[in-house]
């Protein structure tokens, strides 16, 4: 999850860095320039956050297979009790 946030805080500060500048004479080329020579930066940051959401999904299913079964377990064990 740091590793995550990391990447995510890395993504902000390239964004805050390209937006910057506003106003003056040619604002929006020069944005577009530096969004441009940040493009393979930003495609990278872009690949690791998938990658962190893909894990994730992997994990909340590994969880859903091995918890729920005893879960089930716990319930039946619970209601198989005599009041």
């Known amino acids: ?31 577009l320039i530096r969004l441009e020579m940040k493009s393979t930066e930003i495609q990278l940051l872009k690949q690791q956050v998938n ?11 590994l969880i859903n297979v091995y918890i729920s079964p005893f879960i089930d377990f716990m319930f039946t064990m619970l209601t198989a009790l005599p009041v």
């Not at 999850?1 to 020069?30: H, Q, V, Y």
């Open 51 to 61: 990658a962190y959401r893909q894990t994730l999904h992997l994990l909340l299913q």
């Open 1 to 31: 999850m740091d590793d995550c946030k990391s990447t995510l805080e890395d993504l902000e500060r390239i964004l805050e860095s390209i937006k910057k500048e506003s106003g003056g004479f040619l604002w929006r080329p020069k944005k």
